[in-house]
């Protein structure tokens, strides 16, 4: 049992850790005004995450999300900005986020491409072609249903992080629960075993890609009502950030393996890192070099264990 | 009897290459059908047709007397179709109980799992094939046999009529190859058919009803087990009368090329090893799959270092830590999975040959071609591999070229020891017997040959003596005089023979 | 074997034996009729585009990017990647700074020492992918954080670098022979040196074989450990070198250097046809490329269109080339030994 769940353990332990030097040295970290901060700072790449970790492990990668992000945030904004309905503005975000997934998964699943080079592609593709469109130019002046959806920031703050939570409780069950859970770590695991056994794997793979626009167009929506105005760059080295990680939760990059508990943990720990930083009154330009740090040593940790073995 | 399975006429072609043509099969309830050929003669095709991992291009296709139009693995399982494959095609990262439930649960997206219920199903499944397995084991974690039982469990549980069996046996002890035979039997009084597929005849001889010979992709005959023999399958199979299987050359051995004394290594079981090899001399290694064979050989060529005891070749102590010591010592090694480890595929025949012997293909590290093709040229010709160039990318090549190929690699560097690990597994008739051939020669020339097998006519045929090996210890070695199938058999299962110290 | 058999075998072997050496040709192929068809409507819509000094300029624009295109080009054909360099340009920038203005190094050692942080990062991904046989998407993923962080922690709160000497500013300024820039030099032997390597060489062969089959190469004696650290290492110092290159073009040293430059080195090695699974690739194909995408950036600039043009092209040039690479693959690819081949794969470390 601790075997299994060891690396959850472990990222837990050291998330346990930050926090209690945090109680130790900065109590304040503690307020509620200040945790409320954090989750909504952590909600967006929480849900990118879940994402993600399908991605992953149906055994691709996806790293044109932080071009998607942006660019579904901007569509977003410039819509409402525009006074079509934020609801409306919200949706067609989504569907955007999904047409962009499905064009990913097009090319990935169909026609067996690297998944790597494609979303290589796309995200230089959509990135300039933000750039391109409006020079960088953020979008001001938002109306008043889109800023925290329209309610005030209190409980905005709660609303985004309910939403999170619900998002990610319905993969994680669907993940362990659900048949087409299985089928993911099914065609991770072993793609002609999967075919094989009547899993439709190519099915999966474009299925799973959707889902990440989706919830990439959905992450960068629940960072957009935050924001006073919203940049073309909101979704800049995302990927990075969000495979960071995954990786640190003990998804493997091999396929077929991972729980998004750990991940949960991951984003919870690598999120934590930058606002703790400021606490501790050390300089927050060191939060970089600590996330490399604590990914090199969670993969290490992998690999020693499993020599040890 | 009824009539389970009818392909008439198939053909399939792979972008021009005939695979099948015109191929005819049937099967009837109760009755076990062997279908033999050389590899590459289309055995594996046919079942991919049946299966509908493949579809045919032309001919058509009777399930259970249903005609198949578009044929695909959903379809043919709900017609009671199930398939052991030769390579247990299972998911590594998931658990046994998964492993069997995914072939077995209906296919519906929005399905809610009971893990219990599967873990219960596996259980009694497993213990169907003799086996006690936990259905909480990651299978990756299991050994080949024991992947193999659960690829057994997993059609059993199909509750198919028509069982596919793509060479089973290859990976399992004869223990376990008996408790098949008996899982068999049993299947055939329900009155399901099977479709046996496998090298060994004389399994075939002893189980089948019927047997039907492909070769090249058509079906040359088939017959009523009464009416057939060894001989005669194998005459079928090549087209030609099989010569002398095991041509075995007398060499006078000369001095000892390996030698090792009580010989460890902790992380493979393997243990105590007291072994000579002397120059011309082939010395087989016998035992069944997880005794330690392959595990000796990776320790002999440094890819699993031995942590004590003493290795001396010719006569000099010498420390094997990595694959580059053991090939700068004179040692080649053979090793038993060819796709993975003994060719490169993607790479051309030429590359291949010289990728152990770079040094002799170079000057100060720069590259000659014009040696490299000499070099490849001569052992392409004397090995006799069918290619058509020597820039062709060896995974195009028939699987006995293949290993033809890894052969000359490891005679490129001009070896004193020669470890083969299974050299014939999976290889046709036609390059088994050279490959025999071919070691004799080596004798001759004396190079000393270490050779593991799990075919004993193989090991009798071939060997001056033989190490028998259980439990990560060599339990007796055996004069060639002296060796028989079953006095092997019993040293092999652990039956008879405290360690004897023979090192001749 | 019958003589039915023997001419299929024959048959197969024969296709394939030419396809084995037009296949890592067809997608270079690709990519020179874009050169061309590039070259033909910038000449016509461009101003001063066809001139011997655009020539150079494009090449000196791009030589840091081109680079590590270069050490990328190994690293991938021996089913490797490495993330970090872009953000390794940024340490070994900050590095050369650092040593040159803070602990007072002539700027000669200085570049010694950025060179030397270079080879020394390449050496920890090495040591990381090897000995803890950890995925180098994975570690580079990490380590490009690292550096990138490193970098940011060093300038925290100060002013980038500057006024860096006279004779230091020129190397990425100064033409020899008044029109050729003195980094395209470095650059032409770093090209020759890494074609060589690959192509010519014992331990090119060996990275090949790694490539294509970690777990073969490890089988035939193929030193995977070391091969691995060599090209690792070479990455990193070549990393260095590029920083020496920008801070001498730029005139500054900071930590932003090379942002997002790892993404168009492997564009550029991609799109010239090297395989992202290892095995297939040549210096060639990345030469190429580099010249495509350079050349296509150029020329919009002088044809007075965006930049962005630019990278929507490339990314959109990047897909079609992997799709047409892909379908002279599949009609090249006859044998069903192939296909079977792909099926049980479960790759080596990528």
Redesign the interface.
């Known amino acids: 049992m601790i075997r299994k769940y060891l690396r959850e353990i472990s990222v837990g332990v050291a998330y346990l850790v930050l926090l209690g030097l945090l109680a130790f040295k900065s109590p304040s970290f503690f307020q509620a005004d200040n945790i409320r901060q954090l989750l909504v700072e952590i909600v967006p790449a929480l849900v990118a995450a879940v994402g993600m970790t399908l991605v992953i492990i149906t055994r691709q990668i996806d790293i044109s999300i932080g071009s998607v992000f942006s660019l579904c945030a901007y569509i977003a904004a410039l819509m409402a900005h525009q006074g079509v309905p934020v609801p409306l503005a919200f949706g067609t975000a989504i569907g955007c986020g999904a047409l962009m997934g499905a064009l990913n998964g097009l090319l990935i699943a169909t026609l067996a491409l690297p998944s790597i080079v494609v979303t290589l592609a796309t995200m230089v593709i959509w990135q300039q072609a933000l750039a391109w469109w409006k020079q960088g130019a953020p979008v001001a002046s938002l109306p008043a249903g889109f800023h925290w959806f329209g309610l005030n920031q209190m409980a905005g703050q709660w609303i985004e992080a309910i939403i999170a939570l619900l998002i990610f409780l319905a993969f994680a069950t669907a993940m362990r629960y659900l048949a087409a859970g299985r089928a993911i770590y099914a065609t991770g695991s072993d793609y002609e075993a999967a075919r094989l056994a009547g899993i439709r794997p190519k099915l999966v793979t474009f299925n799973v890609f959707v889902l990440m626009g989706i919830l990439t167009a959905a992450a960068s929506i629940l960072n957009a009502v935050i924001m006073e105005k919203v940049y073309p760059t909101s979704g800049d080295k995302l990927e990075l950030r969000v495979i960071a990680a995954v990786v640190v939760g003990g998804v493997a990059i091999s396929g077929g393996r991972g729980r998004l508990i750990g991940v949960l943990i991951g984003v919870a720990l690598l999120g934590t890192i930058g606002r703790a930083l400021i606490f501790l009154h050390a300089r927050s330009e060191w939060g970089a070099t600590i996330q490399g740090t604590i990914i090199l040593l969670a993969v290490s940790s992998d690999a020693l264990d499993r020599s040890r073995r | 009897m009824s009539n389970l399975l009818k392909l008439s006429d198939v053909t399939k072609s792979f972008a021009g290459v005939r695979a099948l043509r015109g191929v005819c099969f049937g099967l009837s309830g109760g009755e076990v059908h062997a279908l033999i050929g050389e590899n590459g003669a289309g055995k594996s095709t046919l079942i991919r047709v049946v299966t509908g991992a493949h579809l045919a291009d032309s001919g058509t296709l009777q399930i259970a007397g249903q005609t198949i139009i578009r044929n695909s693995p959903v379809i043919s399982r709900s017609l009671g179709v199930a398939v052991i494959y030769q390579q247990p095609a299972l998911f590594g990262d998931l658990t046994v109980a998964e492993n069997i439930a995914i072939a077995l649960e209906p296919r519906t997206a929005w399905r809610a799992i009971r893990w219990n219920k599967r873990r219960a199903m596996a259980r009694e499944l497993l213990a169907r094939v003799g086996s006690d397995i936990s259905p909480d084991a990651e299978v990756r974690q299991l050994s080949m046999p024991q992947q193999q039982l659960v690829e057994i469990a997993k059609a059993l549980g199909a509750d198919a009529r028509i069982f596919i069996m793509d060479e089973p046996t290859a990976s399992l002890s004869d223990r376990e190859v008996e408790h098949l035979f008996g899982v068999i039997k049993s299947l055939r009084q329900r009155d399901a058919g099977i479709v046996y597929i496998s090298h060994r005849l004389e399994e075939i001889e002893r189980i089948a009803d019927r047997v039907t010979v492909l070769r090249d992709g058509t079906r040359v005959a088939t017959h009523p087990m009464s009416e057939i023999n060894r001989a005669e399958m194998i005459r079928l199979m090549v087209g030609r009368e099989s010569s002398a299987i095991f041509p075995k050359t007398q060499v006078k051995p000369g001095a000892a090329v390996l030698e090792l004394q009580n010989v460890c290594c902790n992380s493979t079981g393997v243990h105590g090893i007291d072994l000579s090899v002397r120059a011309g001399e082939i010395v087989g290694l016998a035992g069944l799959v997880g005794a330690g064979r392959t595990e000796l050989a990776r320790v002999l060529f440094g890819l699993t270092p031995a942590d004590t005891g003493r290795i001396k070749i010719q006569g000099r102590t010498v420390q094997i830590r990595s694959p580059r010591q053991a090939i700068d010592l004179g040692i080649a090694c053979l090793p038993e999975d060819r796709r993975k480890h003994g060719v490169i595929l993607e790479m051309p025949v030429a590359q291949n040959i010289t990728l152990s012997s770079l040094p002799r293909v170079s000057m100060r590290g720069w590259l000659s071609f014009r040696r490299e093709r000499l070099i490849a040229h001569a052992l392409v010709d004397r090995l006799g591999v069918k290619t058509a160039s020597l820039s062709s990318a060896t995974g195009t090549l028939s699987g006995g070229n293949q290993q033809k190929v890894a052969l000359a690699r490891w005679l490129a560097i001009e070896p004193k020891l020669v470890i083969l690990d299974e050299p014939t597994q999976g290889v046709d008739v036609g390059a088994k017997s050279e490959i025999h051939r071919l070691m004799g020669e080596l004798a001759q020339r004396g190079i000393a040959i270490l050779m593991i097998s799990s075919e004993l006519p193989e090991i009798l045929g071939m060997c001056d003596r033989i190490a028998v090996m259980h439990g990560g210890t060599i339990t007796s070695v055996l004069d060639r005089e002296k060796a028989t199938q079953e006095k092997i058999l019993d040293l092999a299962l652990g039956l008879s023979g405290r360690k004897e110290a023979v090192p001749a | 074997?019958?003589q039915?058999?023997?001419n299929?075998?024959?048959?197969?072997?024969?296709r394939?034996?030419l396809m084995?050496?037009l296949l890592p040709m067809s997608q270079q192929l690709v990519v020179v009729v874009l050169l061309a068809i590039e070259i033909i409507i910038f000449s016509i819509v461009g101003r001063n585009f066809l001139t011997v000094e655009n020539a150079f300029e494009v090449i000196r624009q791009n030589v840091e990017i081109g680079l590590l295109a270069l050490a990328l080009t190994p690293v991938i054909v021996a089913g490797g990647?490495d993330l970090s360099v872009g953000s390794l340009i940024a340490l070994c920038a900050v590095v050369l700074g650092m040593s040159w203005q803070d602990w007072g190094l002539p700027l000669g050692v200085a570049v010694g020492v950025a060179l030397l942080i270079g080879t020394a990062a390449g050496l920890l991904n090495g040591l990381?992918i090897t000995r803890?046989?950890?995925?180098p998407?994975?570690?580079t993923?990490?380590?490009?954080?690292?550096?990138?962080?490193?970098a940011?922690?060093l300038?925290?709160?100060r002013a980038p670098f500057t006024h860096f000497s006279t004779w230091f500013n020129e190397l990425g300024n100064r033409y020899l022979f008044g029109f050729l820039p003195e980094q395209v030099l470095i650059f032409v032997v770093a090209a020759i040196a890494f074609g060589l390597l690959l192509h010519?060489?014992?331990?090119?062969?060996?990275l090949?074989?790694i490539g294509?089959?970690f777990?073969?190469?490890?089988?035939?004696?193929?030193?995977v450990c070391r091969r691995l650290l060599l090209v690792y290492c070479l990455s990193g110092l070549v990393a260095g070198l590029a920083a020496v290159i920008y801070v001498a073009r730029v005139g500054e040293a900071n930590a932003g250097a090379g942002r997002g430059y790892e993404?168009y080195a492997?564009?550029a090695v991609?799109l010239g046809g090297t395989s992202?699974?290892g095995?297939?690739g040549t210096v060639a194909g990345t030469l190429l490329a580099l010249f495509a995408i350079g050349i296509l950036r150029n020329g919009l600039r002088l044809a007075d269109q965006?930049a962005?043009?630019?990278?929507?092209l490339?990314?959109?040039l990047?897909?079609v080339a992997?799709?047409g690479n892909?379908l002279i693959n599949q009609l090249t690819?006859?044998?069903?030994?192939?296909?079977l081949?792909i099926?049980?794969e479960?790759?080596n470390?990528t």
Request: no cysteine.
């Open positions: 074997m019958t039915n058999a023997l299929s075998v024959t048959m197969a072997g024969g394939s034996g084995m050496r990647i990381l803890l046989g950890i995925a998407l994975i570690v993923l990490g380590s490009m954080s690292l550096f990138k962080g490193l940011e922690g300038m925290s709160g010519r060489t014992t331990i090119g062969r060996t090949v074989a294509f089959s777990d073969g190469a490890r089988y035939a004696g193929v030193p993404l492997i564009t991609v992202i699974f095995g297939r965006p962005e043009l630019a990278g929507v490339v990314g959109t990047l897909i992997i799709i892909k690819d006859l044998s069903a030994g192939r296909t081949s099926r049980r479960r790759g470390p």
